[in-house]
């Protein structure tokens, strides 16, 4: 089944504390992208990549890091979140210029 | 600067009756613009798009339509369903992969 996946589902951490969160799909797609949702603000991109070892920030990319080595993996970093980057988190992927893929979400909350 | 905008954070129909979800944009390198639809605790899923090129794409009871003059976009769903209840997102995109997001309008359809 095709699909992008992310982990975990749920994290709650507390400040300074590094955490990251995995995305991987199954589709062979040279697209990536993080975006963040949070009420009133819709979906924000954070940072996206148009292949393996090419990234790019987003919209907010400030506070997050990523690394792409694979085509299938497009971890997201938070070397020391802090409690403004509570947000539900998605990965998406997508193999040519429109429709992306999006991940189940992970709901993060940094205390 | 809100390059994608959603004006109405929420809209309330009758079963059978038409949905119609507006979208506005400000950017005119845009050239292709998407519709997601959201169910809580789950990720976005695609619906339809539109390329620049067009003024209308229809699937189902789904059409976008696209005006370039006024920069403007909407999704008309017909006949709306309860199970349409859903935040559906416009976004667009241009040359580099990059979509944006508007901020969602929450659709409720009443049985």
């Known amino acids: 089944e095709a699909q992008v996946t992310q982990n975990p589902r749920y994290l709650i951490t507390v400040t300074g504390k590094k955490l990251t969160v995995t995305c991987s799909q199954n589709?062979?797609?040279?697209?990536m992208s993080w975006y963040r949702q949070d009420p009133g603000l819709g979906l924000r991109q954070i940072y996206y990549?148009?292949?393996?070892?090419?990234?790019d920030k987003g919209d907010v990319p400030e506070g997050y890091k990523v690394s792409r080595k694979e085509k299938r993996n497009f971890p997201l970093i938070l070397e020391s979140p802090s409690p403004n980057q509570t947000s539900l988190y998605f990965c998406a992927s997508s193999l040519h210029l429109g429709t992306q893929y999006f991940g189940p979400g992970t709901r993060l909350t940094v205390l | 600067d809100q390059q994608v905008k959603q004006n109405s954070p929420s809209l309330s129909v009758q079963e059978g009756r038409i949905s119609i979800l507006n979208c506005d944009y400000t950017n005119s390198m845009f050239d292709y613009f998407l519709w997601y639809k959201k169910y809580p605790a789950e990720g976005p899923t695609f619906l339809i798009s539109?390329?620049?090129?067009?003024d209308k794409n229809e699937d189902g009871r789904f059409t976008v339509f696209l005006n370039k003059s006024a920069k403007h976009l909407s999704l008309h769903i017909v006949p709306s369903q309860p199970g349409d209840s859903a935040v559906y997102f416009c976004?667009?995109?241009?040359?580099?992969?990059?979509?944006?997001f508007g901020k969602g309008t929450l659709l409720t359809v009443n049985p």
């Open positions: 976004a667009a995109g241009g040359s580099n992969y990059k979509l944006t």
């Open positions: 990549s148009m292949n393996v070892e090419v990234t």
């Open positions: 539109i390329s620049s090129i067009k």
């Open positions: 589709m062979n797609h040279e697209y």
